[in-house]
């Protein structure tokens, strides 16, 4: 056994060879099979889709705000993956009564890598983890460097909740050389009107496929009341930290390419 740290400061004492892990975030559900640690892998939210053809044979355990924790119990884990904005502390502190429980935090490009090498070091997975890593930055440190002026990110409609401080998705809009006004409000996640809108004078304004599915007929419901904005439909995914950073690099290039 091992005594370890984790992102948000708790002491975590777990096997220093897991063979039965349960993760409740998508982006380590995907990042472990990256990593090749998809052996040690036997449950899953039902939002942990990825990598398609793969994830599905793991048993489902429920949502990332709700779980089974009685289904939980029956599977036996001997570690449990967590992620604090993804996850309730309600859930940890239920879980931890099962099985030790490592909560990440990422909420900048940097906090992303350092989750691969934790995952790395949790599962004895660390050169391929650090394989990620390298590729990740390197495609980060690719993209064209320039300042782009005032931008918004949207994620959700009825209300309107736009992306805002301490988020992964604000530190990548930073690295494409944006400004995101929406960082001074409160809270991480925003909810925003028409008129705050409008006061921003957003340059750009991107539409997220997820987690609410905006698309084409979207556009013109906002072009409405912003029309001196560029309304952009961006990949949501493309968005994620783990994995999902190292694909990354070449969407975001193409897509400020096109701004």
Same mark, same amino acid.
């Given at each position: 056994? /091992?005594?370890?740290?984790?992102?948000?400061? /708790?002491?975590?004492?777990?096997?220093?060879?897991? =063979? /039965?892990?349960?993760?409740?975030?998508?982006?380590?559900?995907?990042?472990?099979?990256?990593?090749?640690?998809?052996?040690?892998?036997? *449950?899953?939210?039902?939002?942990?889709? @990825?990598? &398609?053809?793969?994830?599905? &044979?793991?048993?489902?355990?429920?949502?990332?705000?709700?779980? #089974?924790?009685?289904?939980?119990?029956?599977?036996?884990?001997?570690?449990?993956?967590?992620? !604090?904005?993804?996850?309730? $502390?309600?859930?940890?502190? =239920?879980?931890? =009564?099962?099985?030790?429980?490592?909560?990440?935090?990422?909420?900048?490009?940097?906090?992303?890598?350092?989750?691969?090498?934790?995952?790395?070091?949790?599962?004895? !997975?660390?050169?391929?983890?650090?394989?990620?890593?390298?590729?990740?930055?390197? *495609?980060?440190? +690719?993209?064209?460097?320039?300042?782009? *002026?005032?931008?918004?990110?949207?994620?959700?409609?009825?209300?309107?909740?736009?992306? *805002?401080?301490?988020?992964?998705?604000? #530190?990548?809009?930073?690295?494409?050389?944006?400004?995101?006004? @929406?960082?001074?409000?409160?809270? /991480?996640?925003?909810?925003? +009107?028409?008129?705050? @809108?409008?006061?921003? =004078?957003? #340059?750009?304004?991107?539409?997220?496929?997820?987690? @609410?599915?905006?698309?084409? &007929?979207?556009? $013109?419901?906002?072009?409405?009341?912003?029309?001196?904005?560029?309304?952009?439909?961006?990949?949501?995914?493309?968005?994620?930290?783990?994995? !999902?950073?190292?694909?990354? +690099? +070449?969407?975001?290039?193409?897509?400020?390419?096109?701004?």
């Amino acid at each position: 056994m /091992r005594t370890i740290t984790d992102h948000i400061g /708790r002491q975590v004492t777990c096997s220093t060879q897991p =063979q /039965r892990i349960i993760s409740i975030c998508p982006a380590i559900t995907e990042t472990l099979f990256a990593i090749g640690a998809e052996e040690l892998l036997i *449950g899953r939210t039902k939002y942990c889709i @990825f990598p &398609k053809g793969q994830v599905e &044979k793991l048993t489902a355990v429920g949502g990332t705000k709700q779980v #089974d924790i009685n289904l939980i119990k029956q599977l036996k884990p001997d570690l449990i993956l967590a992620e !604090k904005e993804e996850n309730t $502390a309600e859930i940890v502190t =239920q879980l931890e =009564q099962i099985a030790p429980v490592f909560v990440a935090e990422v909420q900048a490009i940097e906090d992303g890598h350092r989750l691969i090498e934790t995952l790395g070091m949790l599962t004895n !997975k660390n050169n391929k983890a650090t394989k990620l890593v390298q590729a990740s930055k390197a *495609g980060f440190a +690719s993209l064209p460097q320039q300042s782009r *002026g005032l931008a918004g990110y949207v994620i959700w409609r009825k209300p309107y909740m736009v992306v *805002g401080d301490t988020t992964y998705i604000h #530190d990548v809009l930073a690295r494409l050389g944006f400004e995101n006004p @929406f960082a001074q409000l409160d809270g /991480r996640y925003p909810i925003v +009107s028409q008129e705050q @809108f409008k006061a921003t =004078q957003l #340059d750009v304004l991107f539409l997220a496929s997820e987690p @609410f599915p905006y698309s084409e &007929k979207h556009i $013109a419901e906002f072009q409405e009341f912003l029309p001196h904005t560029k309304i952009v439909l961006v990949d949501g995914e493309m968005f994620w930290y783990g994995a !999902k950073m190292v694909e990354a +690099s +070449s969407y975001l290039t193409a897509l400020v390419k096109q701004l």
